[in-house]
């Protein structure tokens, strides 16, 4: 065990310094981000995985599980980091020190024989009783109250059904780390967060459209609130939320502009004691049946200001099915200009792959009046809804981790259920070395990225953790695509069918890398640039 621990140890710390020659190496660039993307791009993934094999090293090694999992994850890293850089020529030297420093632990726990081994290892996830009950308490309620549907649901492209929501409400499933003061369960000083990530795991397992996914944005505005609000804003929508009372969609993305939010065109012009909003959003996922968007738009009408000139709105509308809408705004509007033109907001449904249920929007917006009340922040919020908008998604992030876990863990399962009853040449498949090494990877990722995930939650109850959520995001995203794709691939030929859920996994999985920041955007922009700007 000894032996094992040290050669754990010299594998991080010569992962730790691969990285930071290859940041050294894009430094000396003038513009790395623009000349050297695609490196930009594997150094953020190998940050990732660094970061959570460090974090595997904070447990109880002289736990023989623990170990494992420490020894399991951090070879892979290596294994999967070198793949990366093979192919860059600057990097080869360096790289070669990495894996001979690395060899004892990649051909002792990089074999195939030991993932085959770790295919059902029950790792323990050590949650204190509280959050145990949490899991427990959210579980179950997927089980009995979101997986019934969500079959039926991806596959008939329904909406989110009403007894789903109003139950998730009574659960307190929309106020998990809202404070105690405005409605919510959170309180102050205790780890908020992490419950939020436990409940959106456990239901993202029964459905990520219809379960984990319902909690992601009113947690998105209740934290752009909480950083940016005055105390009438967190008084007034905090509560509501928290209760469920008011659903909550994000209208960010226009169809030009996704991750680049900087230029952004829908505009908010400044008109007596309210904006008039015009422009069009886009992937405003359940923009009909939300109660309240969340709406971010150029209050200063010099583009040349980018970020600097934006404002956060919370915009009310009358709720619609998936079908699709035609909201109007008449004169007597309390608080309307009368000189101002009938508004109007329609918004029209983008049919997905999968991650149905939520459905998504594209919204125009024609003269939609807004009371100045309802700028976050009001005068103090006015040209600062970026950044208001950035720590929402930092709680979105950690949050989509959280269902990417769920995603991965309900795959994983149904591949271990298929594998053990599925006989193929007269012997169950889970004994051939191949599925059983696929399914003790798909177990060492999830459990690895399960136990970082829970601790960039806990940093974040701290104030922390920024960074790291863009990590755990970009990291167990990604692993999510891969999990269900080999989940679906032991199934074999029923895994293309519509019989098993597994092929719903598959598809949800796809978008979990696309939405709350593009892998690329993500990894370049924000985790390259911080990782070079850091060491400046």
């Given at each position: 065990m000894a032996d094992d621990i040290s050669v754990l140890t010299k594998s991080i710390e010569a992962t730790d310094h691969f990285i930071e020659n290859v940041i050294e190496f894009l430094k000396k660039d003038s513009d790395p981000l623009e000349n050297y993307e695609c490196i930009c791009y594997e150094l953020a993934h190998s940050k990732a995985a660094l970061e959570i094999a460090k974090s595997l090293t904070e447990l109880d090694l002289s736990n023989e599980k623990n170990l494992l999992l420490a020894c399991g994850f951090a070879a892979d890293a290596v294994w999967q980091i070198s793949s990366y850089f093979i192919t860059y020529d600057h990097f080869h030297t360096e790289l070669?020190?990495?894996?001979?420093?690395?060899?004892?632990?990649?051909?002792?726990?990089?074999?195939?024989?030991f993932v085959y081994l770790l295919k059902d290892y029950q790792f323990d996830s050590a949650l204190e009783p509280e959050f145990q009950l949490v899991a427990d308490t959210f579980r179950k309620f997927g089980e009995s109250q979101i997986k019934p549907y969500a079959e039926q649901v991806h596959r008939q492209n329904l909406d989110v059904p009403e007894e789903v929501i109003n139950k998730l409400s009574e659960l307190g499933g929309f106020g998990l780390s809202i404070p105690e003061k405005y409605g919510g369960f959170a309180i102050e000083g205790s780890?908020?967060?992490l419950s939020m990530v436990i409940a959106t795991e456990e239901l993202s397992k029964a459905s990520l459209a219809i379960g984990g996914?319902?909690?992601?944005?009113?947690e998105?505005?209740?934290?752009?609130?909480?950083?940016?609000g005055t105390e009438s804003q967190k008084s007034y929508w905090l509560p509501k939320i928290a209760s469920g009372?008011?659903?909550?969609?994000?209208a960010v993305t226009e169809p030009d502009y996704g991750s680049d939010v900087?230029?952004?065109t829908t505009t908010a012009t400044r008109l007596e004691n309210g904006w008039v909003i015009n422009g069009v959003k886009t992937w405003c996922t359940f923009g009909a049946r939300a109660d309240i968007l969340m709406l971010l738009a150029r209050s200063d009408p010099d583009k040349d200001k980018a970020h600097k000139g934006l404002s956060l709105f919370i915009v009310p509308k009358d709720r619609a099915n998936g079908k699709g809408f035609l909201l109007t705004q008449s004169s007597d509007t309390p608080g309307r200009p009368l000189s101002l033109e009938p508004g109007k907001m329609e918004g029209r449904p983008i049919d997905t792959i999968g991650y149905r249920g939520m459905h998504s929007y594209e919204i125009a917006f024609e003269n939609w009046w807004v009371p100045h009340e309802n700028l976050v922040g009001e005068d103090s919020g006015v040209n600062k809804g970026f950044y208001l908008q950035m720590k929402g998604f930092e709680n979105g992030r950690l949050q989509t981790a959280a269902r990417a876990l769920g995603v991965m863990q309900a795959a994983y399962q149904s591949g271990l259920s298929y594998a053990n009853s599925r006989n193929v040449f007269g012997k169950p498949i889970i004994n051939y070395q191949l599925v059983g090494q696929k399914l003790g990877r798909m177990n060492l990722l999830i459990n690895a990225s399960r136990y970082f995930t829970y601790k960039v939650a806990k940093m974040m109850s701290q104030g922390l953790?920024?960074?790291?959520?863009?990590?755990?995001?970009?990291?167990?995203c990604k692993a999510a695509e891969w999990v269900t794709r080999e989940a679906m691939q032991i199934h074999g030929g029923m895994g293309y069918a519509e019989e098993f859920?597994?092929?719903?996994?598959?598809?949800?999985?796809?978008?979990?890398?696309?939405f709350e920041g593009a892998d690329e955007t993500l990894s370049i922009k924000v985790i390259a640039k911080n990782l070079l700007s850091a060491l400046n």
């Amino acid at each position: 065990m000894a032996d094992d621990i040290s050669v754990l140890t010299k594998s991080i710390e010569a992962t730790d310094h691969f990285i930071e020659n290859v940041i050294e190496f894009l430094k000396k660039d003038s513009d790395p981000l623009e000349n050297y993307e695609c490196i930009c791009y594997e150094l953020a993934h190998s940050k990732a995985a660094l970061e959570i094999a460090k974090s595997l090293t904070e447990l109880d090694l002289s736990n023989e599980k623990n170990l494992l999992l420490a020894c399991g994850f951090a070879a892979d890293a290596v294994w999967q980091i070198s793949s990366y850089f093979i192919t860059y020529d600057h990097f080869h030297t360096e790289l070669i020190k990495l894996l001979q420093t690395s060899q004892d632990l990649i051909s002792k726990f990089k074999d195939p024989a030991f993932v085959y081994l770790l295919k059902d290892y029950q790792f323990d996830s050590a949650l204190e009783p509280e959050f145990q009950l949490v899991a427990d308490t959210f579980r179950k309620f997927g089980e009995s109250q979101i997986k019934p549907y969500a079959e039926q649901v991806h596959r008939q492209n329904l909406d989110v059904p009403e007894e789903v929501i109003n139950k998730l409400s009574e659960l307190g499933g929309f106020g998990l780390s809202i404070p105690e003061k405005y409605g919510g369960f959170a309180i102050e000083g205790s780890n908020e967060y992490l419950s939020m990530v436990i409940a959106t795991e456990e239901l993202s397992k029964a459905s990520l459209a219809i379960g984990g996914s319902l909690i992601t944005r009113p947690e998105i505005l209740a934290r752009a609130l909480l950083t940016g609000g005055t105390e009438s804003q967190k008084s007034y929508w905090l509560p509501k939320i928290a209760s469920g009372e008011l659903m909550v969609a994000v209208a960010v993305t226009e169809p030009d502009y996704g991750s680049d939010v900087a230029n952004l065109t829908t505009t908010a012009t400044r008109l007596e004691n309210g904006w008039v909003i015009n422009g069009v959003k886009t992937w405003c996922t359940f923009g009909a049946r939300a109660d309240i968007l969340m709406l971010l738009a150029r209050s200063d009408p010099d583009k040349d200001k980018a970020h600097k000139g934006l404002s956060l709105f919370i915009v009310p509308k009358d709720r619609a099915n998936g079908k699709g809408f035609l909201l109007t705004q008449s004169s007597d509007t309390p608080g309307r200009p009368l000189s101002l033109e009938p508004g109007k907001m329609e918004g029209r449904p983008i049919d997905t792959i999968g991650y149905r249920g939520m459905h998504s929007y594209e919204i125009a917006f024609e003269n939609w009046w807004v009371p100045h009340e309802n700028l976050v922040g009001e005068d103090s919020g006015v040209n600062k809804g970026f950044y208001l908008q950035m720590k929402g998604f930092e709680n979105g992030r950690l949050q989509t981790a959280a269902r990417a876990l769920g995603v991965m863990q309900a795959a994983y399962q149904s591949g271990l259920s298929y594998a053990n009853s599925r006989n193929v040449f007269g012997k169950p498949i889970i004994n051939y070395q191949l599925v059983g090494q696929k399914l003790g990877r798909m177990n060492l990722l999830i459990n690895a990225s399960r136990y970082f995930t829970y601790k960039v939650a806990k940093m974040m109850s701290q104030g922390l953790g920024s960074m790291e959520a863009s990590l755990v995001k970009a990291y167990v995203c990604k692993a999510a695509e891969w999990v269900t794709r080999e989940a679906m691939q032991i199934h074999g030929g029923m895994g293309y069918a519509e019989e098993f859920p597994v092929s719903r996994y598959f598809v949800d999985a796809r978008v979990l890398s696309i939405f709350e920041g593009a892998d690329e955007t993500l990894s370049i922009k924000v985790i390259a640039k911080n990782l070079l700007s850091a060491l400046n």
